[in-house]
């Protein structure tokens, strides 16, 4: 029973999440949110307090599991700490190039833009997944370092609040264009921000 619990959650918080990150935290109602998880309204209310508790435990939802992938990609052994980075993010470019019709939306960037002033709590919880990722590159920064990829004088907590405020630019512009040009001008300047 409560595996069917968790499962029915789940399935709430992935539709729901998919359709406030295209319309927005205002422009999305727990109408909306139930209509696509194909439930009806009080299965919402049982397992969310608010939308804003909703919201909330959508960014849990969908950041951990891809902090979590972005941290094994970055301690990955088989690969220099460089590597490892560039590897990452290349790899998210290939994933672009492969997609017929460019279409990216920012669940976090959705809710920053929109909330993060408003309700504080979205906008500490968005400040705590933004932070644990620059965390984890700096951790893969400071190994390059160590390993003589990176000048011994570097700044790593500066140099992974530096790409990780990057890559959300590149986000941002994705959101509003189609092309795939602001991500590969982000790899190609990583490449050469990141020689020894």
Request: a negative charge.
């Amino acid at each position: 029973m409560n595996s069917i619990r968790l499962d029915k959650r789940d399935l709430i918080l992935a539709k729901g999440a998919a359709v406030m990150t295209r319309r927005g935290y205002h422009g999305t109602g727990v109408q909306e949110i139930v209509q696509a998880a194909g439930i009806p309204k009080g299965s919402f209310y049982h397992y969310f307090a608010s939308k804003e508790d909703f919201a909330l435990q959508a960014l849990e939802f969908i950041y951990q599991p891809r902090l979590q992938r972005y941290a094994e990609a970055l301690s990955n052994p088989a690969l220099s700490p460089r590597a490892r980075i560039l590897a990452y993010y290349g790899e998210l470019l290939a994933h672009f190039r492969q997609q017929e019709r460019l279409e990216y939306h920012c669940f976090i960037g959705s809710l920053s833009f929109e909330m993060s002033e408003l309700l504080p709590a979205i906008g500490q919880q968005v400040e705590a997944v933004l932070q644990q990722s620059a965390l984890t590159l700096q951790h893969c920064l400071e190994q390059a370092q160590q390993a003589g990829e990176l000048a011994a004088d570097e700044d790593c907590a500066n140099l992974a609040a530096f790409i990780a405020n990057a890559w959300q630019g590149v986000l941002t512009r994705l959101k509003v264009g189609s092309q795939t040009q602001p991500v590969e001008e982000f790899v190609q300047r990583l490449e050469r921000l990141l020689k020894a």
